[in-house]
């Protein structure tokens, strides 16, 4: 493969050439594509761009684009005049996502320095992003090992039991399946911290966002509507397919304060059942394993640790 | 392997069960015909009875056009209802149209929610669909649910709801636990299916695993298939191996990676009739060599063998076992064993008459060129990776690529990862295998360019499109520039479903998909440059479509507004994810077209414009 000839300092590309292509295509609209690429050229800044995997071939060129000021994507990739394609992949670009595709080391058989980098700095956020990316790069210039790109999510597109399969796929003891289902339960739930909540008397459990809620007001509120319809439909098992009105099931009341029926407690990261309502908001949230409603009658002082009732100014 | 779900996932008709956006013919209220004179009631009935013998539903949409008359009669008739968006339509308008369904087909979140896009409880619960259904369709035999969510209480209430009932298939959905399925396996006593493909189970403490498999009732059960590779709890073998035996009727049976060879032998030696067998995981329980004997024989006497799966954990010493059922297979899916090309090809050489192969890169190219040597009647290809990140080394590239289309030419099927590709192989592929339907390759390095020239793969999806004239499915990757997506839309005009990432360079790119692919139904987009002047220039179109997925793409707030008012029913989600604070910007973008209206059960993260 041949290597250009200003392969050093190159910058913006400034006369660009059509290549000719294998298919025919007519477009849609013929004159616009060129027009586009007109338009684009005139605007293009030149960014370094980085990440392609290259094991056999030099490569020289630089793919320009423009990252306006407004954060859109405007650039064409710009051919060069020897008819190849050099391009070697966007940096991409996602100022709010965080995400900043580290640059690759292209692995130069010929051992030819990499693109001096042109930086004209392009204002916003974005291009800050790249130059800092860019500059990487130059740090690195004769290395020969790739960087590892972060990770983006839901890429490649598989789903999330196949994914450890290296783990799983040889004769090997229970524990990594139980890691791919703790990985389908980070990515499917990573924004939620829900815990498990069963109550007295309803064989089937629920789950509960904690983070959904600020205060203890709201919790039992929760689980009170949460509850009320399947504690009803308890009581009456004959009533399949008609769903009452809100005012004839039974409001459960008073789980915070044992005035009700029920009471809301609480397990711990150390196994302890604890009464809700206790420890400031915060604080339950990042200890709270699972939670149960439980028959006030139920209650004895042994089987529960009550924590000292001090509340807090950040009680809500 | 999965015949059923991959007919679902092939749409047959551009439009739903009952949306032409024509006005409502007749609307749900005419169900009686009280208002029908004698003679037209006759005719009715005639028709009725000769629209039983019509079962393809695009058939049956186009005879509920007619007239009302035959409206009616159809609706009368229609015994499998298919929802391909289960928001598309609400369930009292399907139950108040169609009074005699025995059969329901569901499906919910869109296709991205597998790779982790979708957060969770977005939506698609099960539960509001059988509350309608509960009490109008006492004779319910079949529902199948796709990437729905469905809990334990649905799952009791199906058992409880329908005396009849016969088959439970669930794919890609969650919500259940161990709790719900014994619930089935109790009640449920004419069950001939239960099917659990590829769904994610609620977490269960050990002290909450129900042993499922020993509810099913004592007796001589229907049980025809049992599928429950996914379900990854332990279980009891023992109760297992006396429900196998006493379900004369059993032909498949997969089972998840618990069940070692020994007990695979035992539960073979009970279903020697098995026509599915998807055998856990393929390794041995103990030390020794009785196993290996013992199982040659097993696979000697299961003449009717005809797809196997499983094999997590393999142990290659044992494959030669299933030689002897090799020849007859028709699918093999070796999609979880790790296995090299030096162990495949002696399996692989064996198996002539394979027509669908799912199996791992770890054969690499070298693997890949013994099944093409062997497998001249292939029709569907799958090659997942080991190693599903983008750095990874990649076992097989555009050599394994080329030579699969150079010995299967009848392919009509094929899904690829790998790291390195060449226009060249895939523009090989486009003229040696023109059957084919389903064209996805995933390049897992982000915008990587052809390995050898280093040009965009634009060549070579535009071949495809070009000389695949039977093409309705198409996933894109690698490097691509607008011209790709021009050549789709000039070429592309049978695709129906179309997936796009890290691709394109403008708004052009988009707006040739859209205003090119006249068949697109579905169409899912990430992190490609497409802003609002793009996402406009589908507005003719996104009435005939099943959705639109954008994510990570150039939307704002003001461009998806504009298009919710443009289209009063096509409603228009934006779903927030926490990653960005500016409010205009649209990360990700779910639209899709409705009968109802922005849905009730939108979770706070979803916005409906």
């Known amino acids: 493969m041949v290597s250009r000839g200003n392969s050093g300092g190159q910058s913006c590309v400034g006369a660009v050439e059509e290549k000719k292509l294998e298919l025919r295509l007519g477009l849609p609209s013929g004159e616009e594509w060129s027009t586009v690429k007109e338009r684009d050229r005139e605007q293009a800044h030149s960014v370094e761009s980085h990440g392609g995997h290259f094991s056999k071939v030099a490569k020289s060129n630089i793919s320009n684009f423009c990252v306006g000021s407004n954060g859109g994507f405007l650039g064409s990739v710009e051919l060069n005049s020897q008819g190849f394609w050099q391009q070697q992949g966007l940096l991409q670009l996602q100022a709010k996502a965080g995400v900043v595709e580290e640059p690759k080391e292209k692995t130069n058989g010929s051992g030819e320095k990499q693109q001096s980098l042109d930086k004209k700095g392009c204002g916003p956020p974005e291009a800050h992003a790249a130059a800092s990316g860019n500059s990487a790069v130059a740090n690195n210039n004769s290395s020969q090992t790739r960087t590892t790109t972060t990770p983006v999510v839901g890429w490649p597109p598989i789903r999330s039991f196949r994914k450890n399969i290296a783990y799983t796929s040889k004769p090997f003891p229970e524990p990594q399946n139980e890691s791919s289902k703790i990985v389908t339960k980070i990515e499917s739930k990573e924004k939620g911290l829900f815990v498990k909540i069963n109550m007295d008397g309803i064989p089937i459990g629920r789950k509960v966002d904690l983070k959904a809620y600020d205060s203890y007001e709201k919790l039992s509120l929760a689980v009170d509507e949460l509850f009320r319809g399947l504690l009803a439909a308890q009581k009456d098992p004959l009533a399949p397919g008609t769903q009452k009105s809100a005012e004839e099931k039974q409001a459960i009341t008073g789980l915070l304060d044992g005035s009700g029926e029920y009471t809301l407690v609480y397990e711990d990261d150390e196994g302890d059942r604890l009464l809700v309502g206790d420890v400031p908001w915060n604080m339950f949230i990042s200890t709270a394993k699972r939670l149960r409603v439980l028959k006030s009658s139920d209650l004895c002082a042994s089987s529960l640790r009550t924590v000292s009732r001090k509340r807090t100014a950040t009680d809500s | ?609």
């Open chain 2, 1 to 609: 392997m999965r015949e059923e779900a991959s007919e679902m996932s092939e749409d047959e008709e551009a439009g739903g069960a009952k949306e032409r956006w024509a006005p409502d013919l007749g609307g749900g209220g005419e169900g009686g015909g009280s208002a029908v004179p004698f003679s037209d009631r006759v005719l009715e009935i005639v028709l009725e009875n000769v629209l039983q013998f019509l079962t393809s539903r695009r058939d049956r949409n186009a005879a509920s056009l007619v007239c009302r008359s035959w409206y009616r009669a159809e609706a009368q008739t229609r015994r499998d209802l298919f929802i391909g968006n289960c928001y598309a339509v609400a369930p009292r308008r399907a139950t108040e149209r169609f009074r005699g369904v025995r059969s329901i087909v569901l499906k919910g979140k869109p296709r991205f929610a597998d790779f982790s896009l979708v957060p969770y409880g977005w939506g698609a619960h099960f539960s509001s669909w059988l509350f309608a259904m509960a009490p109008v369709y006492p004779w319910l035999e079949r529902i199948c649910l796709k990437r729905m969510t469905i809990a334990d209480d649905d799952l009791s209430r199906i058992a409880h709801s329908f005396p009849l009932f016969k088959d439970l298939t669930l794919i890609c959905c969650d919500g259940f636990s161990t709790v719900g399925l014994a619930i089935i396996a109790d009640k449920c006593r004419h069950l001939r299916v239960l099917d659990l493909i590829e769904d994610y189970l609620e977490d269960e403490d050990d002290d909450e695993v129900v042993d499922w498999i020993s509810r099913f009732p004592e007796t001589t059960t229907s049980l025809e298939s049992l599928v429950f590779d996914c379900v990854a709890g332990a279980f009891n073998f023992e109760a297992l191996e006396a429900l196998v035996a006493r379900s004369p009727g059993l032909r498949r049976l997969r089972v998840n990676h618990h069940v070692t060879l020994e007990q695979l032998r035992r539960l073979m030696a009970r279903a020697p009739q098995l026509t599915h067998l998807g055998t856990g995981a393929f390794r041995s329980g103990s030390v020794g060599a009785e196993a290996e004997l013992d199982l040659t024989s097993s696979f000697a006497a299961s003449k009717s063998l005809v797809c196997l799966s499983g094999f997590r954990e393999v142990e290659p010493e044992y494959l030669p076992a299933i030689y002897l059922v090799c020849a007859n297979l028709t699918s093999l899916n070796f999609s979880f064993a790790n296995l090299t090309a030096e162990e495949l090809k002696p399996v692989i050489q064996h198996c002539r008459n394979l027509r669908t192969f799912w199996v791992l890169d770890t054969v690499g190219d070298e693997g890949l060129l013994a099944v093409s040597q062997a497998c001249r009647d292939l029709r569907e290809l799958r090659v997942f990776p080991l190693d599903a990140t983008e750095d990874s080394e990649g076992s097989v590239s555009d050599i394994g690529l080329q030579a699969i289309s150079e010995g299967c030419r009848k392919l009509q099927s094929i899904l690829y990862f790998c790291q390195q590709m060449t226009n060249a192989a895939v523009i090989a592929m486009s003229k040696n295998c023109p059957d084919l339907v389903v064209f996805r390759l995933c390049i897992m390095g982000r915008h990587r360019p052809d390995r050898i020239t280093g040009e965009p793969m634009d060549e070579g999806f535009g071949a495809i499109v070009m000389n695949c004239k039977k093409l309705t499915r198409l996933s894109v990757s690698g490097l691509l520039t607008d011209k790709a997506l021009a050549y789709i839309g000039k070429y592309g005009k049978l695709v129906r479903t179309l997936s796009v990432a890290f691709a394109g360079n403008s708004d052009l790119g988009l707006r040739y998909v859209l205003e090119g692919c006249s068949g697109l139904q579905k169409l899912e987009i990430r992190d490609s440059p497409f802003s609002d002047s793009a996402l406009l220039c589908g507005v003719h179109h996104y009435y005939n479509m099943r959705f639109l997925w954008m994510n990570s793409c150039k939307l704002s707030m003001r461009g998806c507004k504009d298009v919710a008012e443009r289209l009063p029913n096509l409603i228009v989600e934006v779903i927030t994810d926490g990653t960005t604070n500016d409010a205009e910007e649209v990360e990700r973008l779910y639209m899709y077209r409705s009968l109802e209206g922005p849905r009730n059960d939108a979770p706070p993260f979803v916005k409906i414009l």
